[in-house]
């Protein structure tokens, strides 16, 4: 069956970054999108980012300039490097398939001094 599963999530200082990953299986990785989303604490979940099968892709525009979406097709893995981080970016982020209800268990990103 789809498994997706997220790490690198942790506690960071603001100005920090991170880089999360997101292992798939169960499904052809590589002819499937492939998204990040977030929940903050109190608030609705939110796309983050966004990555095509031909690796085209989409922010949220308060991640703009400091996420970076990429996937490597040979490890199923999508990626999220975050640089910059804010306390705002305080959230479980998951990964999902793009157009299917698949998601995966959530990593914990907390930005705090």
């Known amino acids: 069956q789809v498994q997706l599963v997220e790490s690198g999530g942790g506690l960071v200082q603001p100005g920090g970054s991170l880089r999360l990953s997101c292992a798939a299986s169960?499904?052809?990785?590589?002819?499937?999108?492939m998204e990040w989303y977030r929940r903050a604490p109190g608030a609705e979940r939110e796309l983050v980012a966004r990555?095509?099968?031909?690796?085209?892709?989409t922010y949220v525009e308060s991640v703009k300039g400091r996420f970076t979406i990429s996937r490597d097709n040979t490890r199923s893995t999508v990626y999220l490097q975050m640089n910059n981080l804010k306390p705002d970016d305080t959230a479980v982020y998951y990964c999902?398939?793009?157009?299917?209800?698949?998601w995966g268990q959530g990593t914990q990103v907390t930005v705090s001094s």
């Open positions: 169960g499904f052809t990785f590589r002819i499937n999108g």
């Open positions: 990555i095509t099968s031909a690796g085209d892709t």
């Open positions: 999902k398939r793009y157009l299917a209800e698949n």
